[in-house]
Nanobody, 124 residues
Framework: QVQLVESGGGLVQAGGSLRLSCAASGPTGSRYVMAWFRQAPGLEREFVAAVSWGGGTIRYAESVKGRFTVSKDNARNTVLLQMNSLKPDDTAVYFC?????????????????WGQGTQVTVSS
């Protein structure tokens, strides 16, 4: 059973930065991609960013390109999401997930393990 634990959420003013971390444990050997999703109140969960297990391939949602950076610390089995120039529209619960699909095919329905989520609130 793969376990994912997110941390690093909080309250920040618009224009500020936060860094989220997702620590993976358990039998992660067959996982190909680690991804970040977010879900705002009343909205569907949406893709944010993903990184291949080795860290060599990255994908972003258009809404966060140029502001967010995803990276992987292979030694610690941890995925980081550096979020800069935050906007109120970025307010959501952020989830970490794993997928065995190709990084370009990753979606909510193609992830098998999920973390519990961490709240990010951006005030205007």
């Amino acid at each position: 059973q793969v376990q994912l634990v997110e941390s690093g959420g909080g309250l920040v003013q618009a224009g500020g930065s936060l860094r989220l971390s997702c620590a993976a444990s358990g039998p992660t050997g067959s996982r190909y991609v680690m991804a970040w999703f977010r879900q705002a109140p009343g909205l569907e969960r949406e893709f944010v960013a993903a990184v291949s297990w080795g860290g060599g391939t990255i994908r972003y949602a258009e809404s966060v390109k140029g502001r967010f950076t995803v990276s992987k610390d292979n030694a610690r089995n941890t995925v980081l999401l550096q979020m800069n120039s935050l906007k109120p529209d970025d307010t959501a619960v952020y989830f970490c997930a794993t997928s065995t699909y190709d990084i370009m095919s990753v979606s909510v329905t193609r992830c098998d393990y999920w973390g519990q989520g961490t709240q990010v609130t951006v005030s205007s």
